[in-house]
C-alpha cells in the first residue's frame, strides 16, 4: 500500500498486444459489506443515495474507479522500455432497483424499460466525450464470479480504447461484409431460424438463442431482429421488447435449476469513435458459469494460457433444457409483471 496504492495508468502487453489497467487502489475494494453488518451503499437513503430523492433506476459513480477523469499523468519515472499511458476514462453504476435483492427478471416490464433507456441514454452521454473510444455497459452477478455488492446493479467503464474482443468482432463483419455485401450477424440469425434447434425465446424485435459456437454450457446471446449498431438506434418499441427478452433470459437462468444463477451480462455495441461501423450489428451475450446444477465451469489453463474454450456437452441439448425452462419462466413472468402487448 502507501505509495504503490497511488499506482493508476494503463499498461500495454507487448506480447498480446492488450491493455491492462493498473488500479492500486482498488485493492481496497470492500468485499460484501452486508456480511460484515455494514449498510448496502446501493439502498435508498444511505450517503451515496439519500440526496436523489425517490427514485426507481440511479446511476453512481463507481467508488473505486478503474479509470478516471482525472487521472494524473503518468510519472516520467514509469516511462521507459514499456509502453504506458493515463488511465482517463470513466466507472459507473446503474442500480436498476432500490429493491435490495434480485434479478432483472424481478423488475416489472415498464420499470426494466426505463433501465434500458438508462444503458442508451449512458452510452450516448460518455461515448460523446472526446477522449473515450468505446462504452463497455455489463452486468455481473452473484458471488461465484466475485460480485461484491448484492444490491441489483450494472456497470459502465468507458474506455479510452477499444477493447481487443470488439476490435476481433470488427474485424469478422468487416470481412465478411466486404466478401458478401451482407452482415454477419443477420446471415447468422437466418441459418438459427433455419435450423431451430438453438433458439430459446422471441419476440418482435430480439431473439435469444444459445449460439452454435458457444464457450460456456449456456451462454446465451441476445440479437436484435434489425440491423441496428447501438442501443440507442433503437426506437421506443424495440427497446420494450429488448427490455422483455432480458427478462426472460434472467428469468430462464433462475428456472433452469430452479436456483438464483450468476452470470455476465455484457452488451456489445460499435465504438464511440465517429468512424463508420455500419457493418456491425449490436447483441447482447449471456455468460453463465455453470454447467450442471452444483459444477462450476472454470476458465482455466487451456482457456487462460492459450484462449481455448472447451465445450463441456452438446449444445443443441443445453439449448433444449434452456427452451424448456424458459417456457415454465413464462408462465411465473407473466402472472405479476406485465407481459409484452
Ligand atoms: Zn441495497
Ligand atoms: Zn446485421
Ligand atoms: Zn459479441
Sequence with gaps: MGEQSKVHEIRWNPLICQW?????????????PEEKGLACPFCPGTPETKDLGVWDVIVLPNKFPALSPKALKVPRFHMGFFRVRR?????????????????????????????????????????????IKYVAEFRNKGKEIGVSLTH????????????????????????????????LLCDIIKIEYEEGSRLIYENKHFTALLPYFAMWPYEIHVYSKRHVQALPDLNEEEKLHLADILRVVTATYNTLFERDMPYM?????????????????????????????????????IEWGFW??????????KAHELREACGKALKKLDKYLGKIP
Design 87 to 131: 488511465a482517463v476514462g470513466i466507472c459507473e453504476v446503474i442500480v436498476e432497483t432500490p429493491m435490495h435483492e434480485g434479478d432483472l427478471c424481478d423488475i416489472d416490464l415498464d420499470h426494466m424499460r426505463k433501465v434500458v433507456d438508462v444503458f442508451a441514454k449512458e452510452y450516448s452521454r460518455l461515448g460523446s466525450l472526446n477522449y
Design 20 to 32: 491492462i489497467i493498473v488500479a492500486g487502489h482498488r485493492g481496497r475494494r470492500p468485499w460484501r
Design 308 to 317: 481455448i474454450f472447451t465445450y463441456d456437452g452438446i449444445p443443441e441439448k
Design 152 to 183: 441489483p446493479h450494472s456497470q459502465i467503464y468507458a474506455l479510452p480504447f477499444i477493447p481487443p474482443r470488439i476490435m476481433c468482432e470488427l474485424k469478422s463483419f468487416k470481412r465478411y461484409f466486404k466478401k458478401k455485401n451482407r452482415c
Design 265 to 301: 451480462m455484457v452488451f456489445h455495441q460499435k465504438p464511440t469513435d465517429k468512424k463508420n461501423y455500419n457493418y456491425y450489428h449490436m447483441h447482447i451475450e449471456f455468460y453463465q458459469p455453470y454447467r450442471d446444477k452444483d459444477k462450476l465451469k472454470y476458465a482455466a489453463g
